[in-house]
């Protein structure tokens, strides 16, 4: 496996470009910002405005409940991954987010944030969201995106790939006739020190940032750290992506990988990145 040495960052840069943005777009002070209402709370109370935020969802994860709030800003892994509000006390519990909205915004895997125009009734008091722990929530009526992530997609031809190899899509719709077999083929290797899997194509963010697995990836035992050097690798290697060919025996019939979720898995014997070819 290839090994990361992951740490925790927060987005400042992104928050000061964000500010600016907030108050290029708001255009008037009709439109708030969280730390406005929260700080005047008594205010605002019952009534329906317009704030511009950081929105973070993230599902129930063990004993930790699902998450949706308004927030100052957001705090992430360098893959992405890991997204939390910023500010403890300066949030802004979020019922009915639009789910639509969520499609423009930052969808590293774990989780969906980016900033956002919110408009709804303001309630405070306390007693909002998972096990009562909010102070103050917005029942949300609209919800626009500031930020517009774009994803670029890089994916493979269902082709033949020669004597002897198997496509990636013959092993997804035929895989019992695979199963216990020693195949060669050819996919997107992903890789971000929570998952590592070959997938028919990775969506990445036009920065390059928080790519992601596309379609139902193969869960991969066994993939040489070797050759991750000559994939797309992230910063303080945060994650490992790119177009590989490899050996390995094919099991199916599901329980693979994270959580049992994977309902394939190849046990690498050798992998040739395909990147420059």
Not at 153 to 164: A, F, N
Request: proline share 6%.
């Amino acid at each position: 496996m290839f090994q990361s040495p992951l740490r925790a960052v927060t987005l400042a840069l992104l928050l000061v470009v964000g500010s600016v943005l907030l108050a290029t777009c708001s255009g008037s002070r009709d439109v708030l910002y969280v730390q406005e209402v929260v700080s005047e709370a008594q205010r605002f109370a019952g009534q329906e405005i317009t704030v511009d935020g950081a929105y973070v969802w993230r599902p129930s994860q063990a004993e930790n409940p699902s998450i949706s709030v308004l927030a100052l800003g957001v705090s992430t892994l360098d893959n992405g991954l890991d997204a939390k509000p910023i500010g403890d006390e300066i949030v802004i519990w979020l019922d009915e987010f639009p789910a639509d909205v969520t499609t423009d915004l930052h969808r590293p895997g774990d989780a969906v944030y980016g900033f956002v125009r919110v408009t709804g009734v303001f309630e405070t008091g306390g007693g909002f969201g998972p096990n009562e722990s909010y102070a103050h929530r917005l029942q949300v009526i609209d919800a626009q995106p500031i930020e517009r992530v774009q994803y670029i997609e890089h994916t493979i031809e269902d082709r033949s790939l020669g004597e002897g190899k198997v496509s990636f899509f013959e092993l997804q719709e035929n895989p019992e006739a695979y199963n216990g077999q020693r195949v060669t083929t050819q996919g997107y290797y992903f890789w971000n020190s929570v998952i590592w899997v070959m997938a028919e194509g990775i969506a990445v963010e036009e920065t390059g940032s928080s790519p992601q697995p596309m379609g139902t990836p193969i869960w991969m035992e066994g993939f040489p750290p070797d050759q991750s050097a000559q994939l797309n690798v992230g910063p303080n290697n945060s994650f490992v992506w790119g177009l590989v060919e490899v050996t390995g025996t094919f099991q199916t019939g599901g329980g693979f990988g994270k959580d049992g979720a994977y309902q394939s898995i190849l046990f690498v014997e050798s992998a040739t990145p395909l990147m420059n070819q």
